[in-house]
C-alpha cells in the first residue's frame, strides 16, 4: 500500500519535472503579471491598456509558443495542431491577465 502511495507521488513529480513549457510559461506569466501590475498602479486608463497590452512581453510570449510547439510535435501533434495549442495557450494567458486589470480597474474609486 505504501509503496503504490510513493509510486503515484513519484510519477507525479516527474511529471511535474519532465513539462517542458514550464519556464517559458512562468516567465510569460510573470511579465503579463508585472505589466498589468504596473498598469494598476499607475491608474492607466482602459484604452491606453488595450493599445499597449499586445505590445507586452512579445519576447517571452514567443519563447513560450515556441516551447509549447515543440512539446506538441515531439507528442506527434501536427504542426498546425500544435501552433494553435500554442495560440490558444496564449490566448488564455493575456485573456485572464486582462480580465485581472478589467476587474482592478473597474473596482478602484473614481
Known amino acids: 500500500m505504501i509503496s503504490s502511495v510513493l509510486a503515484l507521488i513519484a510519477a507525479a513529480s516527474a511529471a511535474q519535472a ?3 513549457t514550464r519556464t517559458a510559461r512562468e516567465a510569460f506569466t510573470a511579465c503579463l503579471r508585472t505589466y498589468v501590475n504596473h498598469s494598476i498602479e499607475a491608474h492607466t486608463s482602459a484604452d491606453a491598456f488595450q493599445a499597449e497590452y499586445p505590445q507586452q512581453c512579445t519576447t517571452q510570449e514567443a519563447a513560450f ?5 515543440r512539446r506538441d510535435t515531439a507528442m506527434r501533434a501536427t504542426r498546425a495542431s500544435a501552433e494553435e495549442s500554442a495560440q490558444l495557450e496564449i490566448e488564455d494567458a493575456r485573456t485572464n491577465f486582462s ?3 478589467a476587474m482592478a480597474t473597474t473596482a478602484r474609486p473614481q
Do not use: K, L, Y
Open 99 to 101: 480580465e485581472r486589470f
Open 18 to 20: 519532465s513539462d517542458p
Open 65 to 69: 509558443r515556441a516551447a509549447v510547439v
